[in-house]
């Protein structure tokens, strides 16, 4: 089966670049996306097609891909960034592929 | 603004078939520019995909799923829906219902995000 992997947790201070990393067998050749979710919150799109932002999300979020790894980036990390993020492909035999999460800290 | 809303019982018990219904409002479940998914997530665990379904009947599911699960659409009332049968405590989960945008990237590869999600509801299976 096809696995995305992320860190269990990142933690970052308010103000600085937090960076979490999705890696998975040739993902670098997929286009990998994101989700933030706040607790008792749905799932929402941060970045599509690897790098791409839907309407309404800052700019402060952005997306890349490179070899194996997808990275989501947040640059000037503020307090209501807080969450869990998941990132997530298609795969051939799997289909839709969701990596295991991981939660973001500002402190 | 387009709008989903599950809708289904909250205690199931082992054994039995879940049964949800998404209600789509703010557009057309009937379009053919993308599909419609089932995506549930166990407590305190991490999003799992179901299956997606078009708006002529036609799905496709996750493989650990496929044996149990089946989806269908209502045109005419603008819904879809999920059927998930011989029930245990690890189907125990909040199911979101959201719309599934599917395609080709720019190198070929294919590709899907969800883009529209329900806020969830909550199914414990339990005697």
């Known amino acids: 089966s096809f696995d995305l992997t992320q860190p269990p947790s990142v933690s970052v201070s308010p103000g600085q670049t937090a960076t979490i990393t999705c890696s998975g067998d040739?993902?670098?050749?997929?286009?990998a996306c994101w989700y933030q979710q706040k607790p008792g919150q749905s799932p929402v799109l941060v970045i599509f097609?690897?790098?791409k932002r839907p309407s309404g999300i800052p700019e402060r979020f952005s997306g890349s891909n490179s070899g194996n790894t997808a990275t989501l980036t947040i640059n000037e990390t503020q307090p209501m960034d807080e969450g869990d993020y998941y990132c997530?492909?298609?795969?051939?035999?799997?289909?839709?592929?969701f990596g295991g999460g991981t939660k973001l800290t500002v402190l | 603004q387009l709008h989903l809303q599950e809708s289904g019982p909250e205690l199931v018990k082992p054994s039995e078939t879940l049964s949800l219904t998404c209600s789509v409002s703010?557009?057309?479940?009937?379009?053919?520019?993308?599909?419609w998914a089932w995506i549930r997530q166990p407590p305190g665990k991490g999003l799992e995909w179901i299956g997606t379904?078009?708006?002529?009947?036609?799905?496709f599911y996750n493989p650990s799923l496929k044996s149990r699960v089946t989806l269908f659409v209502d045109t005419s009332k603008n819904q879809f829906s999920l059927n998930l049968n011989s029930l245990t405590a690890a189907d125990t989960a909040v199911y979101y219902c959201?719309?599934?945008?599917?395609?080709?990237?720019?190198?070929?590869?294919?590709?899907?995000?969800?883009?529209?999600w329900g806020q969830g509801s909550l199914v414990t299976v339990s005697s």
């Open positions: 959201a719309r599934h945008w599917d395609y080709y990237d720019g190198r070929g590869q294919r590709a899907a995000y969800f883009d529209y």
């Open positions: 703010g557009g057309s479940i009937s379009s053919s520019s993308y599909f």
């Open positions: 379904v078009f708006y002529t009947g036609n799905s």
């Open positions: 040739t993902l670098g050749h997929k286009s």
């Open positions: 097609e690897g790098v």
């Open positions: 997530q492909a298609w795969d051939s035999r799997s289909a839709v592929v």
